[in-house]
């Protein structure tokens, strides 16, 4: 009897500890997959702001979180008002629940081959475009990629 009740604590334990150890597998996948989803979407809206404003002809407004510009003759605006907001490309979503979102300017200055950063002038030659997500567990995403005008 004693064998007996030895074995089945034995077998508890071990059950236990290999079903900490799935649980812990399911976590991890969980968190990879989430992640991957929101670095893809990511990538897609970068994609499209580099494409759209690599082609810029002018730029009619500006500010940290926004831009209004004019590409193929016809006025575009991109824009963000506040966390967990999506950031829009002429009212339509381009990634929802973004935390943060902005844009730096920089001239390029031609005798010491550097960009310096400041506010919007018809010097601009490169624009920074900066945004935050949530990932697993509240952790923030950063994706951040220049686009020279």
């Given at each position: 009897m004693i064998e007996l009740i030895t074995a089945i604590v034995i077998i508890s334990i071990i059950s236990v500890m290999a079903g900490m150890g799935l649980v812990q597998i399911a976590k991890g996948y969980?968190?990879?997959?989430?992640s991957t989803v929101a670095a893809q979407q990511a990538q897609i809206a970068l994609a499209r702001m580099v494409k759209e404003l690599s082609a810029v002809q002018a730029i009619s407004a500006s500010t940290a979180t926004s831009i209004?510009?004019?590409?193929?003759?016809?006025?575009h605006t991109l824009a963000w008002?506040?966390?967990d907001q999506p950031l829009t490309l002429d009212g339509d979503t381009l990634i929802d629940k973004v935390q943060s979102f902005s844009l730096t300017y920089y001239t390029y200055n031609?005798?010491?081959?550097?960009?310096?950063?400041?506010?919007?002038?018809?010097?601009?030659?490169?624009?920074?475009l900066t945004f935050q997500l949530k990932g697993y567990g509240d952790t923030p995403l950063i994706f951040i990629e220049r686009v020279v005008i």
């Open positions: 969980y968190m990879a997959k989430t209004t510009y004019t590409r193929d003759g016809v006025s008002t506040a966390a031609y005798l010491t081959r550097a960009f310096t950063a400041g506010s919007y002038s018809s010097a601009t030659a490169a624009i920074e």
